[in-house]
């Protein structure tokens, strides 16, 4: 079973510019969750999908991140502008659905703004 | 959401001694997931405990859940080079499970 694909993996910006994240689920797994992980603390969520309908975006900082998730399957999270702060791990999970199953993580994309 | 804590942040111990992390939470969790995060690595999902008092073991690796669900924990007995990682309880949010700080192991061969 395939598992869940991030890309790219590293990427390196300046602050104000633009990056997008892609992620690829675990096939059927219908919820998608987007979480920053900051070095040396936990993952921090900051979107949950159940297939295409946003199921909690209430950590998301709305003026500069988005996400969508079009046709339910594969997902992209967007930082526009990026700010310093912004350099974290963002790691894409999946699961069966919302609730208490277990998450699949994906290899995350290790993000660093200068 | 519901938040859980962990207990120590960093453990650093000589390879064959024991290592136990602890998770708490003010409220009653319906369920607590442990996930472990290899360094550089991504998390992954290790067990899930749903029981009042529920115990449950992986070779050496013991997750208990307390009686009041409101506390659990990670025991390794004998630790090896291998169990060097983050360890992560997830507690359950609105519809999502919510991660803990973790607990940093490293171990000294």
């Known amino acids: 079973e395939a598992g869940v694909a991030q890309s790219p993996r590293y990427k390196i910006i300046e602050k104000r510019q633009s990056v997008a994240f892609w992620c690829n689920p675990i096939s059927g797994h219908a919820t998608l969750y987007w979480y920053q992980q900051i070095l040396g603390q936990g993952p921090k969520l900051l979107i949950q999908f159940q297939n295409n309908g946003v199921v909690d975006d209430s950590q998301l900082p709305k003026d500069r991140f988005s996400a969508e998730r079009l046709k339910g399957v594969d997902s992209t999270l967007k930082i526009q502008p990026a700010k310093l702060e912004d350099s974290a791990v963002y790691l894409c999970?999946?699961?069966?659905?919302?609730?208490?199953?277990?998450?699949?993580f994906g290899p995350g994309t290790r993000l660093t703004v200068t | 959401g519901q938040q859980v804590m962990q207990i120590p942040q960093y453990q650093h111990v000589q390879e064959g001694e024991d290592f136990t992390t602890y998770c708490n939470s003010s409220?009653?969790?319906?369920?607590i997931q442990w996930y472990k995060q290899r360094p550089g690595g991504h998390p992954v999902f290790l067990i899930q405990l749903v029981k009042s008092g529920e115990v449950k073991k992986q070779k050496r690796l013991t997750f208990q859940f307390g009686e009041a669900k409101k506390n659990s924990s990670l025991h390794i007995t004998a630790t090896q080079t291998t169990d060097v990682g983050t360890y992560f309880c997830a507690g359950p949010g609105n519809n999502d499970m919510r991660f803990g700080a973790g607990t940093r192991l490293t171990v000294k061969p």
């Open positions: 999970a999946s699961s069966f659905s919302t609730g208490s199953y277990e998450q699949y």
């Open positions: 409220t009653t969790l319906s369920n």
